[in-house]
Nanobody, 127 residues
Framework: QLQLVESGGGLVQAGGSLRLSCVASGQTFSNYSMGWFRQAPGKEREFVAAISTSGVSTWYADSVKDLFTTSRSNDKNTVYLQMNRLTPEDTAVYCC????????????????????WGQGTQVTVSS
């Protein structure tokens, strides 16, 4: 399995931006498609974004489309989530996830697709 460690969370005012990072180790990162999920207090974990092994293809939840961007550097074993125009509704623990397979639209949003998970990083957006 891939070990994943997220960073970059914190407190930001509404309208601000944050960039999350997720560093992977333990396996060949470029063989893994990656995903981002978030869980707000009292709510179920929800899909945010996913990216293919090469980084060419990306998928987004409707709620973050055109606001968040995911990218990756296979040289740095890192996947990123750039979050812009944040609102208090974006407050959550954000986790990255990995699966040693190519992501496709048929997997869209499926939490069970991913077998490796990070611990998460807290993002708090104040109004």
């Amino acid at each position: 399995q891939l070990q994943l460690v997220e960073s970059g969370g914190g407190l930001v005012q509404a309208g601000g931006s944050l960039r999350l990072s997720c560093v992977a180790s333990g396996q060949t990162f470029s063989n893994y498609s990656m995903g981002w999920f978030r869980q707000a207090p009292g709510k179920e974990r929800e899909f945010v974004a996913a990216i293919s092994t090469s980084g060419v293809s990306t998928w987004y939840a409707d709620s973050v489309k055109d606001l968040f961007t995911t990218s990756r550097s296979n040289d740095k074993n890192t996947v990123y989530l750039q979050m812009n125009r944040l609102t208090p509704e974006d407050t959550a623990v954000y986790c990255c996830a990995a699966e040693r397979a190519e992501y496709s639209s048929s997997c869209f949003g499926q939490e069970a697709y991913f077998s490796s998970w990070g611990q998460g990083t807290q993002v708090t957006v104040s109004s």
